[in-house]
T-cell receptor
Framework: AQSVSQHNHHVILSEAASLELGCNYSYGGTVNLFWYVQYPGQHLQLLLKYFSGDPLVKGIKGFEAEFIKSKFSFNLRKPSVQWSDTAEYFC??????????????FGRGTQLTVWP | NAGVTQTPKFQVLKTGQSMTLQCAQD?????MSWYRQDPGMGLRLIHY???????DQGEVPNGYNVSRSTTEDFPLRLLSAAPSQTSVYFC???????????FGPGTRLTVT
């Protein structure tokens, strides 16, 4: 079965600290990769996505992610976090194949808390 | 566009009751899905549909039914509510081509 692993369950940082959240997936074929963010009490919003091309993708609010195919990874980064980045972050993978077309497999999420 | 809408926002049920969570989208998306979100579990796919009249099971389908009679609507039915179904339910849709999914605001369901 396909799986998506987020290794950090809860990350606590001070404002201006750098952030890196890990995401690994278990499928070896063509994948589309996403990071979603969920602010407290809100629904999921797309932060950034990777389909093809430059493996370094930039998203909203200063976030970026790097796709490393050899490591099956798609880590999320931000050079300097803000208090408003406090949220839960989900990595998701779409496997581009046949009957699973369109299905997203989610990681368990990483809760980020930023102290002012 | 309103995007993906869900009703109700909150619901409390007693064990054994049935109910339908509503989901609608106005983006003419073919693909729609239902997820449940539980603490520490991420989002798990319940059922999905690739078009009107076509539905399939996801990871956790037991206790839930769906149907897709129109492109716009994708209701989720709880047949006989159980406390284990206490969760936040999200509906999502996506169009063809790029695989970005758009999520609704969620329904928080409590089964006592």
């Amino acid at each position: 079965a396909q799986s998506v692993s987020q290794h950090n369950h809860h990350v606590i940082l001070s404002e201006a600290a750098s952030l890196e959240l890990g995401c690994n997936y278990s499928y070896g074929g063509t994948v589309n990769l996403f990071w979603y963010v969920q602010y407290p009490g809100q629904h999921l919003q797309l932060l950034l996505k990777y389909f093809s091309g430059d493996p370094l993708v930039k998203g909203i609010k200063g976030f970026e992610a790097e796709f490393i195919k050899s490591k099956f990874s798609f880590n999320l980064r931000k050079p300097s976090v803000q208090w408003s980045d406090t949220a839960e972050y989900f990595c998701a993978v779409n496997i581009d194949r046949g009957s699973t077309l369109g299905r997203l497999y989610f990681g368990r999420g990483t809760q980020l808390t930023v102290w002012p | 566009n309103a995007g993906v809408t869900q009703t109700p926002k909150f619901q409390v049920l007693k064990t054994g009751q049935s109910m339908t969570l509503q989901c609608a989208q106005d983006m003419n998306h073919e693909y729609m899905s239902w997820y449940r979100q539980d603490p520490g579990m991420g989002l798990r796919l319940i059922h999905y549909s690739v078009g009107a009249g076509i539905t399939d099971q996801g990871e956790v389908p037991n206790g839930y039914n769906v149907s897709r009679s129109t492109t716009e609507d994708f209701p989720l039915r709880l047949l006989s509510a159980a406390p284990s179904q206490t969760s936040v339910y999200f509906c999502a849709s996506r169009g063809g081509g790029f695989y970005e999914q758009y999520f609704g605001p969620g329904t928080r369901l409590t089964v006592t």
